[in-house]
């Protein structure tokens, strides 16, 4: 007899915040590792339709990595909709400005492309720096 796929409810779901420190760490291995915890894959109560991942902070994103020749020969692409509309930006001036974007556009890519990964974007936070408001949900956890 076969006893089922089990599928977590939602009351069995236990979130934790986890705190990555980004400096030094390569961008999209960077981001493989957050969209794992996001998705929940770490976990054994995971299921490719259940959001049971954690909530993520993610500090210095200023000192994240690019490898290669990337900082001058990759583009930010974004488009407005309209004919002729569209806007390529340097990663080297998009790091310099906001690396908190790359890093949430990288994070992005990895995630699947569905509802789901709306809810699980909503539990990333990137800071700049060091510092970040989320002290009291990182020290309860812990």
Known sequence: MNAGTYVPKREEIKRKWRVIDASGKVLGRLA???????????????????????FVLILNASKVVLTGKKLEQKFDFRHSGYPGGDTLTPYKKLM?????????????????????????????????????????QVAKNQ
């Open 32 to 54: 493989t590792q957050v969209a794992t915890i996001l998705r929940g894959k770490d976990k054994s109560c995971f299921a490719p339709s259940v959001d049971c991942g954690d």
């Open 96 to 136: 310099a400005d906001n690396p908190e974007k790359a890093v949430r556009v990288a994070v992005k890519g990895m995630l699947p492309k569905n509802k789901l990964a709306d809810r699980q974007m909503k539990r990333l936070r990137i800071f700049k720096g060091s510092e970040h408001p989320h002290t009291a």
